[in-house]
């Protein structure tokens, strides 16, 4: 099943992210598409030091947003130990889960 990324055309025209329904669901298996280093959220790591490598596997544990226009999706990489903020673009569906 695939599910569809906000078109950037309307993200341009000012619509957010947040004006469509979430890509991903608490549950699904995901893959990171691209490597994602500390942007200075995450505790414990230097600004800059690697989070994730393009192609871990985790799972969607909740969705926010930030500053009410981007979706950031919890994703938990279970064999590295972190929860990782993370936006659709940066995210592979791998399996849906369980409606």
Do not use: H
């Not at 569809?4 to 608490?26: K, N």
């Not at 200075?40 to 994730?52: Q, V």
């Amino acid at each position: 099943m695939r599910r569809r990324l906000p078109d950037p055309e309307d993200l341009r025209e000012g619509m957010s992210e947040t004006d469509r329904p979430p890509v991903f669901q608490p549950g699904d298996k995901v893959r990171a598409s691209r490597a994602v280093r500390n942007d200075g959220s995450f505790p414990g790591k230097a600004i800059g030091d690697p989070l994730i490598e393009p192609g871990e596997m985790g799972y969607v544990r909740a969705i926010g947003t930030f500053l009410q226009r981007y979706v950031i999706y919890e994703v938990d990489f279970l064999y590295r130990g972190f929860v990782v903020g993370m936006r659709a673009s940066e995210l592979e569906l791998i399996e849906a889960a369980d409606p």
